[in-house]
Each structure stands twice: as structure tokens, then as C-alpha cells.
């Protein structure tokens, strides 16, 4: 398995509050993405990283900032936390193109 | 519209059935991938094209390039085949990944 982990892996949490998820890697891999999974809509991205101190927005990228100050952490910042935020948050590593290695998912509840 | 598109969104077999799932898309690509997803698990990588077949014990995926299509097939289905099945493309521009909204199997033994 590639090593990918996310902390937490479960956070309930109120609406306007800030919330920080991470990514951890040792694959030393390039590209790092944070997607969520919603029931209808599947994965969808929500910003990616193809380097330290280097991200792009994704095509849901409103309300979340990410921040890459290591090669092996990629961490997912919600400003202030909304229901519509309320998700499963994925994370995933490549070292180029071709496969994505997924972590576990963290489970987000806002209330 | 989504770039990726898949059917069935659902589907129930018996145990030992032939299965197929569908993909299609839109944009152009380097690559296609088959994921699989089991209930309240990770995310793994089954297979990854650019082109003809690939064969994994009794999975078999398929791409056609030209119809922008792909097929994922599971031979003799079990009940531990059950799980959410889902589509991903590389863009033949950039590094991002398109995903469909997954195919959920449930196979009866």
C-alpha cells in the first residue's frame, strides 16, 4: 500500500468554525490532491499541489485553502466551516501520469 | 454534463453472473482508470489504460479509444465483488483526473 495517511479521520464540527485536514505521505511523490466525495457527484477536486509552495485551484475549490510547505504534507484548510461542507474528504498522491494512490478519507460533519 | 460518464449507476447479480460496467468520455485523454471502493472503505486502483486489454484474475478492463469507451468486466461475480466501481481519466492536458459518479455492485450469493 502506498503510504498515505489523513488526520483525522473523523471531526464533527460547527458551522464557522476552521478546520484543518492533512495529508501525510512517504512516497515522496510530486503531485498531491484533495478531493471530496459527495452521494451524485463522485470525486470531485478540490485543489492539488505538483510541488512545495505550488497549488492550484480545482473545480470546487471555493470556501477551502491548501498549503504545501513540505513535499509530504498537503493540508486542506475550511476558513469557516458550512453544512455544504459536509463530506468525505480524500486525499491522494501520484508521481506523475499515471496511477493515483488514495489515503483513507476523512469523514466531515458540520453542524 | 460530466466529462465521464457511467452505467449502470446500479446493479444487482447473482453470485457466478458475467458482469459489465460502462464507461464513456468526452475529453481527450492519456489514460483510464478503474477504481474500486468498497462500503466505507479507501479508494484502490484496479486497472490503468491507454489502449487494447488488461487482464487481473477475474477482472478484464477494455478500452476503445476511438469510441472514447471503456468496459470493465468481472467474470464468475462473488459476493466480495461488491463494491462502488468507478471510471477516472487523465487529461491528455495537465495533471488533473475526471471521475465518474461510480457504479455500485452488489453481487447475491
Known amino acids: 500500500d502506498a503510504g498515505i495517511t489523513q488526520s483525522p479521520r473523523h471531526k464533527v464540527t460547527e458551522t464557522g468554525t476552521p478546520v484543518t485536514l492533512r495529508c501525510h505521505q512517504t512516497?515522496?511523490?510530486?503531485?498531491m490532491y484533495w478531493y471530496r466525495q459527495d452521494p451524485g457527484h463522485g470525486l470531485r477536486l478540490i485543489h492539488y499541489?505538483?510541488?512545495?509552495?505550488?497549488?492550484d485551484k480545482g473545480e470546487v475549490s471555493d470556501g477551502y485553502s491548501v498549503s504545501r510547505s513540505k513535499t509530504e504534507d498537503f493540508l486542506l484548510t475550511l476558513e469557516s466551516a458550512t453544512s455544504s461542507q459536509t463530506s468525505v474528504y480524500f486525499c491522494?498522491?501520484?508521481?506523475?501520469?499515471?496511477?493515483?494512490?488514495f489515503g483513507p478519507g476523512t469523514r466531515l460533519t458540520v453542524t | 454534463k460530466n466529462e465521464v460518464e457511467q452505467s449502470p449507476q446500479n446493479l444487482t447479480a447473482q453470485e457466478g453472473e458475467f458482469i459489465t460496467i460502462n464507461c464513456s468520455y468526452s475529453?481527450?485523454?492519456?489514460?483510464l482508470h478503474w477504481l474500486q471502493q468498497h462500503p466505507g472503505g479507501g479508494i484502490v486502483s484496479l486497472f490503468m489504460?491507454?489502449?487494447g486489454k488488461k487482464k487481473h484474475g477475474r477482472l478484464i478492463a477494455t478500452i476503445n479509444i476511438q469510441e472514447k469507451h471503456s468496459s470493465l468486466h468481472i467474470t464468475a461475480s462473488h459476493p466480495r465483488d461488491s463494491a462502488v466501481y468507478i471510471c477516472?481519466?487523465?487529461?491528455?492536458?495537465?495533471?488533473?483526473?475526471?471521475f465518474g459518479t461510480g457504479t455500485s455492485l452488489t453481487v447475491i450469493p
Open positions: 491522494a498522491i501520484s508521481a506523475g501520469a499515471g496511477e493515483q494512490y
Open positions: 512516497e515522496n511523490h510530486r503531485y
Open positions: 499541489s505538483y510541488g512545495v509552495k505550488d497549488t
Open positions: 475529453v481527450g485523454i492519456s489514460a
Open positions: 489504460l491507454s489502449s
Open positions: 477516472a481519466v487523465n487529461r491528455n492536458t495537465g495533471n488533473q483526473f475526471y
